[in-house]
């Protein structure tokens, strides 16, 4: 299982812009599923972005709070993924995680469960307030 570290979290105001990366050691991200959770205090873990394998077409899921505004996306060479966030709202303020698993699978109509993940990152805050 890959060892991953996130990074790129901080504060922002709303309507403003970060980029996550989730930098994985130990094993090849395009081999693994990987999706986005976030958790804000006193709320359930909730899903802003998977992509399944690359042999599995990188099929990008984003749940109706995020879409349009998150992107999730591969950089190959450094073994990282990216999680582009913008337009970002007071409501946005969580813990971000990345997550990996090699048997999942992130369908277009089918968001995984956190539970679905077997390797996390610690987390990075994000926090959108003016």
């Known amino acids: 299982q890959p060892q991953l570290v996130e990074s790129g979290g901080g504060l922002v105001q709303p309507g403003g812009s970060l980029r996550l990366s989730c930098r994985a050691s130990?094993?090849?991200?395009?081999?693994?599923?990987i999706g986005w959770f976030r958790q804000a205090p006193g709320k359930e873990r909730e899903g802003v972005s998977c992509?399944?394998?690359?042999?599995?077409?990188?099929?990008?899921n984003y749940p109706g709070s995020v879409r349009g505004r998150f992107a999730i996306s591969r950089d190959n060479v450094n073994n990282t993924v990216w999680l582009q966030m913008n337009t970002l709202k007071p409501e946005d303020t969580a813990v971000y995680y990345c997550?990996?698993?090699?048997?999942?699978?992130?369908?277009?109509?089918?968001?995984?469960?956190?539970?679905?993940?077997?390797?996390w990152g610690q987390g990075t805050q994000v926090t959108v307030s003016s």
């Open positions: 997550a990996a698993d090699r048997r999942t699978l992130c369908w277009a109509s089918i968001f995984p469960n956190y539970w679905d993940f077997g390797s």
């Open positions: 992509i399944s394998p690359a042999n599995h077409g990188d099929v990008t």
């Open positions: 130990g094993s090849t991200l395009n081999d693994y599923a």
